[in-house]
């Protein structure tokens, strides 16, 4: 009964974050979130973060300092603390940690996204959630159509290289996480194509389903299908609207179906070791049918928009829509199971299918079919065993690589992440790291719950859901482009189910203190920027053989971060090629002081000595990681 009269308050105060500090507005705020580090490949590497966390950092500052009315319910104030206190946690793993610098370098990651949520949060206002989710659902169209074009046209826009996997993965980086970008879109075009809206804005999101379900398709990740399905069954069980979004889904099924059929079906496209001419001519032969098949969806929610306007169905026909579905689904599984011999035999083959070797072959459509986990049970088994080795605290932030590469028992892989998000903060945060992972990414959904009758709400809970659920098997939380858009969409949550009785306004005395709080992060986050900067360039150096160059960027990484080990690393080897070994010696001596567990740092001491210091040397680095093929020589 309140949540009315705030709305209105909140329509009157529209001097929100983004829409009034600089020009921007909500919609800008939530493209510039999905697209600011996505084309440095996704953000995933260390010379993104610090530049990231200081922009969300600055822009919150701002907002802060602007006139207006700034509100933040109760909710919003525990998913901020939870966010917080994960950071708190995760730098508080350094006095326990088995690898200092790897734990820093996730304080560095992870204050990326406490830096956003404070921005978003600060900056979205109830009013603005329909602007901000334009806004993401641009920002991942356009990262589509840019990952999409490289693929018809790859004779004009990035680089051609048809056998290491030839899976879509420009500009992320990793094909996953642009599959799961895409999938997350997908739900966010139905959603908000779905919604009693303009017809106009309705049309343009129904047209970018095509392009985001093509390049989903190019990406050849069946991760990303299981979440795109799985975030489908939140809106239909969340939504009350249950009709309007069948038949929106339905309106736009046709021109989708036509988009995967044209990807799945263009051979040099979709098969490894193609030829670039091959390719080329694919690519400019299908770009003008999806062309078309994009105005196709546009004009497709354009009638439904005038259908809809006509004939408006009633509350019992939305109930039996929702009755008919669940019986559909369910009845269309039984027979399934029954078809496919049974449940004891579709569980059997479905167990030994995900155990299996993944498909191979050059048709990468096979893939999609797969129900291999691709190695990742090895993967979750090891960070279930670095949970059980360290079940109160954990091993400590960015641990697993080191615990895995130890304890491994197949030299076929090697992994930095454990490809779940819950059970590597288990493992290396231990129960009160996952307990506050669970708590910040679970309050957006507890808050879609309870606003569950609005259509934004639907829309932007699908696209969260499918993160949370791609999150178990996969390293998302690793590519802040991805994360990121999952932090705005639950924050859009929050923001949506805001209530005036939970919303406290901070006062001029509050916002002056939170801003001057920030001096220190953003201190932080400009050494973060140069130190960062200054590593990958010394390594850069090192590997052009440019060794002067590369020894004067270490030593300057070094001051600026001097827990972190690779800069004095790249020293070391800059010194080995000088011939000063002595030297060397001692350099990477302090490095393993820093991080005494890294495996490469050992190995690089057993070059850099003689005697039986090399050997100590050498059989530590291959106590560390026994199965690397450096050994088996």
């Not at 155990?355 to 990468?364: E, H, I, R, V, W």
């Amino acid at each position: 009964m309140v949540a009315e009269p705030y709305a209105v308050l909140e329509d009157r105060e529209r001097l929100g974050a983004f829409g009034h500090v600089r020009g921007l507005s909500p919609a800008m705020a939530g493209f510039a979130t999905v697209i600011g580090v996505a084309w440095a490949n996704g953000g995933y590497f260390p010379t993104s973060w610090g530049w990231a966390a200081l922009a969300f950092l600055v822009a919150a500052v701002a907002v802060l300092a602007a006139p207006g009315r700034i509100a933040v319910a109760r909710p919003e104030r525990v998913f901020l603390g939870a966010v917080a206190g994960l950071v708190g946690w995760t730098a508080l793993s350094v006095v326990w940690s088995a690898s200092v610098p790897s734990t820093v370098a996730e304080v560095e990651r992870t204050l990326v996204y406490l830096a956003a949520a404070l921005a978003l949060v600060l900056a979205v206002r109830r009013d603005a959630v329909a602007r901000v989710l334009g806004g993401v659902l641009a920002g991942i169209t356009a990262v589509a159509l840019y990952g999409l074009a490289t693929r018809l046209f790859p004779e004009q826009l990035g680089s051609f290289d048809p056998v290491a996997g030839y899976r879509l993965a420009e500009p992320l980086g990793y094909w996953n996480a642009l599959g799961l970008l895409c999938a997350m879109g997908s739900l966010l075009a139905v959603g908000l194509a779905a919604r009693r809206a303009p017809r106009e804005g309705r049309a343009l999101a129904g047209a970018a389903l095509p392009v985001l379900v093509a390049t989903l398709h190019f990406t050849f990740s069946r991760g990303a299908w299981v979440a795109l399905a799985a975030g489908l069954a939140a809106m239909l069980l969340l939504g009350r609207d249950r009709l309007r979004l069948v038949a929106t889904a339905a309106a736009l099924a046709p021109a989708s179906v036509v988009a995967v059929a044209l990807a799945s079906r263009a051979h040099a496209l979709t098969h490894a070791q193609s030829s670039l001419a091959a390719a080329a001519g694919e690519g400019q032969r299908i770009a003008p049918v999806l062309a078309l098949v994009t105005l196709l969806a546009a004009i497709s929610m354009l009638g439904l928009a005038e259908l809809q306007r006509r004939v408006d169905a009633g509350p019992a026909a939305h109930r039996a829509i929702g009755v008919a579905l669940v019986a559909g689904a369910l009845v269309a599984a039984g027979v399934g199971v029954l078809l496919a011999g049974g449940p004891g035999r579709v569980a059997h083959d479905a167990y030994a299918g995900f155990t299996a070797p993944p498909a191979k072959g050059p048709d990468l459509n096979r893939r999609v079919l797969s129900l291999s986990s691709d190695g990742r049970t090895a993967l979750w088994t090891a960070a279930w065993q670095d949970a059980q080795a360290h079940p109160l605290l954990g091993s400590g932030a960015g641990t697993y690589e080191g615990y895995f590469d130890e304890h491994r028992n197949t030299s076929a892989l090697t992994v930095r992440d454990a490809h779940s998000l819950y059970l590597e903060t288990l493992a290396e945060l231990g129960p009160v790291g996952l307990a506050l992972v669970l708590l910040a990414l679970g309050l957006p959904l507890v808050a879609a719950v309870r606003a569950r009758r609005d259509g934004l709400v639907v829309a932007a809970a699908g696209a969260y859901a499918a993160f949370l659920v791609h999150a178990a098997w996969d390293w998302d939380w690793e590519v802040p482009a991805v994360t990121l858009t999952a932090l705005a969409l639950g924050v859009a949550l929050l923001a949506r189910a805001r209530r005036q009785e939970s919303a406290a306004t901070l006062s001029p005395r509050m916002r002056m203190g939170l801003a001057s709080a920030l001096i220190v992060p953003i201190a932080f986050a400009c050494v973060v920027v140069l130190g960062n900067r200054a590593t990958a360039s010394a390594q850069s150096a090192a590997a052009a053989g440019q060794w002067p160059r590369a020894a004067a960027e270490a030593r300057t990484a070094h001051r600026l971060a001097p827990w972190a080990a690779d800069p004095l690393r790249s020293l070391a080897q800059a010194r080995m090629a000088g011939g000063d070994f002595t030297g060397a010696a001692a350099t990477l001596r302090s490095a393993i002081r820093l991080d005494p567990r890294n495996w490469a740092l050992w190995f690089d001491l057993s070059v850099a000595t003689s005697g039986a210091e090399r050997q100590q040397a050498l059989d530590r680095a291959r106590q560390l990681n026994p199965l690397d093929p450096v050994f088996w020589s």
